[in-house]
Structure formats: C-alpha cells, structure tokens
C-alpha cells in the first residue's frame, strides 16, 4: 500500500521497513499494521487538533506541565508557539505513559520508539495469532466477564497507585490477548495528584467497566471499588498489591439534598459490605 506521509521519515530514520495496512481508525488517530526492525508493531499517526473529536481535552490538560519556562509561559498565554507545544505535548504523552507504565508492570503495548509525532510500539495478538480484538467485540459468559472485570479492576488499581488515572477507559480502550486485558490509549491520561479532574474519571471509569460486566451479569451490584481506592491513594495507602474489600463508607457529611454531580450513577444503589459477616446493604446515594 502507499506509504502515509506522516510514515516516511521513520522510513527515513531506519525504523519501519513496511506498511502492511490500516488496523483502524479512532477520534485521536489513525493506527497500521507496519514491519518495524523485522518485528509486527503498529504505527499510531495522531490527527492534527481540527480534525480530533476528543471532548473536554481541557480537562485532561490541566497539571500537566513543561519543564521549559519559555514554553510555559507561551502555553499560559495561547500564543501560536503555546499552541504548538501544547500539541507536540499531547502527543508525546502516549509514549511517556506507556514506558512508565510498563515499568510498572500495568499490561499495555510495549512501546518501540516515538518520531515525528508518531507512535511505534507492540501489535498485541490474539490466540489466533491475529491483530488481538478490543473488549467489546469479545462475547463472553457470566463468569469470563467477572474474571475480566475482575483483572481490569486490578489493571486500574496498579495505575492509581503509580499516580495515574486512564481518563477514558472502556471496553472500546481494551485489548483481549488471550484472557489477558490490555489497556490501550493513554494521550489523554492525567495525573491523579495534580489534575483536579482525576477523582471524577477514575470514577467514570470504573463505571465503565461496571457497564461492560452488566452486558452479561446484569444484576451485579455496583461496589464502590474507585471510591475506595480513591481514599486510598488520598491517604498514601494504595499499592499495585492493595485488594479492594468493597465495604467503602464516605465520611459523614451534610445531606444537601442534591446529587453528587461528578459522578454519573449518582441515582443508582451503591452496594457496601455491612459487617465482617458478609453480609451488605444498598445506600441510595
């Protein structure tokens, strides 16, 4: 196929040396199939900001910082050259994210090198040896989908430990090799110490994925797992290792009478274990 003009200087640079064929296309970029140093990977080419569909990317923004003065005070003011870095940054940050990541042992695509605003890295199969599906395309019984929400739920707790939140995980964002997840997309992740968003898309994203369980266990109780892992890393307690008990209480606070606004179930029962018997309640939030 012809090769992408994003894709030639890495052509150029001795990265790639084919273009196999497009794998898919998303709101942020465009993503091949390509050889790279005698290895399948994939190539992400990340669209320019006018042709992105990505709401709220101020949200995701803020806490993020350049360690380079002029930059940050071109970036403060919105200048043509703010603009400019504010862009390459947001590019950059996928590549960043997955080596620190990685590091970390969170399964993610094993990134290979990051040029001219494109993304090198691992192509995460499939048992058939094929390009590996994302969640939602998966089916899967009772059991299977609590076992993957299960590992997913731990996937997100390893990533809040590390001082990290996705920001837009769901079954769209996860890749199944196996019986193994794999988080894929991570430009928009944020900094759960400095972004002040970072409690409400933990939230939302683990709501996420209590949707992508109710597909196929549609009475599973909603357990306030981000709620807990959120006071959790408030309190510098969290490890990658911490298990979750689900038996999460607030702190007591004035009942207003209005709805918790950041969170997206905020009409729906919130399951909390009532005793070391085992036994729960629901609380109407």
């Keep these: 196929m012809q090769i992408p003009d994003a894709l030639t200087p890495l052509f150029n640079d001795g990265i790639l040396e084919q273009v196999l064929r497009p794998l898919r296309s998303g709101k942020e970029a465009e993503v091949f199939l390509v050889m790279a140093r005698g290895e399948l990977c994939v190539a992400k080419i990340y669209k320019d900001l006018d042709e992105r569909s990505f709401k709220n990317r101020g949200d995701y923004q803020e806490g993020r910082r ?10 403060d003011k919105g200048t043509t050259h703010g603009r400019e870095r504010e862009e390459a940054a947001w590019k950059e940050a996928e590549h960043a994210m997955l080596c620190r990541l990685q590091a970390a042992g969170v399964r993610v695509p094993a990134p290979h090198a990051f040029s001219d605003g494109v993304l090198v890295m691992e192509c995460v199969l499939g048992l058939d040896g094929a390009p590996a599906p994302r969640l939602g ?41 196996g019986d193994d997840p794999v988080l894929i997309d991570f430009p928009q992740s944020v900094d759960a110490v400095e972004n002040p968003h970072a409690r409400k898309l933990l939230l939302r994203d683990v709501d996420n994925l209590y949707r992508f369980l109710r597909k196929y266990v549609p009475d599973a109780p909603r357990l306030p797992h981000a709620e807990e892992m959120w006071d959790l890393h408030e309190k510098h307690a969290l490890t990658a290792d911490t298990p979750l008990t689900g038996g999460w209480r607030p702190a007591e606070r004035v009942d207003t009478g209005e709805p918790d606004s950041e969170h997206p179930f905020e009409a729906e029962s919130i399951v909390v274990a009532d005793t070391p018997s085992g036994k729960a309640r629901s609380r109407r939030r």
């Design 66 to 75: 350049t360690r380079n003065t002029r930059d940050r005070r071109a970036v």
């Design 137 to 177: 395309e998966r089916g899967f019984d009772a059991a299977g989908a609590q076992l993957m929400f299960d590992r997913l739920l731990r996937e997100v707790v390893r990533m809040l430990a590390l001082g990290v939140v996705h920001g837009d995980l769901s079954d769209f964002n996860v890749l199944v090799s």
